[in-house]
């Protein structure tokens, strides 16, 4: 870890390196800690592996925050915390960049994922994963993008930041106990097509934007946000291909997802005909461990289109160990 001083304050503070490095703060006395808090004009997080288990805030910062080459857990470790975030760009600070380039982020139960306050989000060749938590019945969110209305008394109403912009990745926000934002933002760039999936019942359907992203005028009367309220979303700059070593769900190996294929998952549940361990890995499509009814059910609704990804084909991209 290192930090450049000038005039007495932190100029830039870097903290990166090799190997791993794991922060824990789980004092429930001082609501303002975080365990990375820094109120220098860059903050470059770099670490190989950086571990944060925390009651409070993750990362705070007042500056421009470049998160690169770094596999980022952040965890909550009490759940019922009233608020705390993942990551955040202070909320009196003007509008900052933050960055995340050729990173794996996880950021589990937090009541906000990551918000840039009155700043812009730039994502690349980066996969995060976020499950925010909703502890106080009242709202959450896993990612927002900018800020509408005025800092202090004074000033106007307008949107500060709110610029969101995505290069070869692939973000999933998940709600933890609804009643909240996945995703906010006021302005998309993307650099090429983008895809959305929408999650119903542990599975995700291909949407359009319009269909999958709520414009909201009265939210914020004449400007509006684009929002998805209480469902959970994917975004990704490619098509999530349902393969990889094997397809899911094909447990007779026919290269397609069928009714046939949900007999066999069925017939292994009764145990009329036990498939191989191998055959199980791809009939556990929801990934609980078990080869069983619901499995057969959501296989069936991958063959009649009603979606397209099953949960098994994400943890891979995300849930990294
Ligand atoms: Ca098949
Ligand atoms: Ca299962």
Redesign the pocket.
């Known amino acids: 870890m290192e930090g450049k001083y000038s005039n007495d304050k932190v100029d830039t503070l870097t903290i990166k390196g090799d190997g791993t490095l794991t922060l824990s703060y789980d004092s429930e006395e001082d609501y303002a800690r975080s365990a990375i808090k820094s109120e220098a004009s860059n903050i470059n997080i770099g670490c190989k592996n950086l571990i944060i288990n925390t009651i409070r805030d993750g990362i705070n910062v007042d500056g421009n925050l470049c998160i690169q080459n770094c596999n980022l857990k952040i965890n909550s470790t009490k759940k019922d915390i009233w608020v705390n975030y993942g990551i955040t760009i202070d909320i009196y600070s003007e509008e900052k960049i933050l960055m995340i380039e050729n990173s794996v982020i996880n950021i589990n139960g937090m009541t906000f994922g990551i918000d840039t306050q009155k700043g812009n989000l730039t994502v690349k060749d980066s996969n995060i994963y976020i499950k925010s938590y909703n502890a106080s019945g009242d709202n959450s969110f896993g990612i927002g993008v900018g800020f509408y209305g005025p800092t202090f008394i004074d000033e106007d109403f307008k949107v500060y930041g709110g610029e969101f912009t995505l290069e070869n990745s692939n973000i999933w926000c998940s709600l933890d106990g609804r009643n909240g934002y996945s995703t906010y933002f006021y302005k998309l760039n993307p650099s090429q097509n983008l895809y959305y999936y929408t999650q119903t019942d542990d599975s995700f359907k291909l949407q359009s934007f319009d269909e999958a992203i709520e414009y909201d005028e009265n939210f914020r009367p004449g400007v509006g946000r684009y929002e998805l309220y209480n469902k959970d979303l994917l975004i990704t700059t490619d098509k999530i291909q349902d393969e990889g070593d094997f397809i899911h769900g094909d447990v007779d190996q026919n290269e397609t997802v069928d009714a046939a294929d949900a007999l066999n998952i069925l017939k292994h549940a009764a145990k009329i005909n036990i498939l191989s361990d191998e055959q199980q890995t791809m009939g556990?499509?929801?990934?609980?461990?078990?080869?069983?009814a619901?499995?057969a059910l959501m296989v069936l609704k991958k063959a009649a289109k009603i979606i397209d990804i099953f949960p098994s084909a994400l943890n891979s991209i995300f849930l990294n160990d």
Request: charged content about 35%.
């Open positions: 556990d499509v929801d990934q609980n461990g078990n080869v069983d619901t499995d």
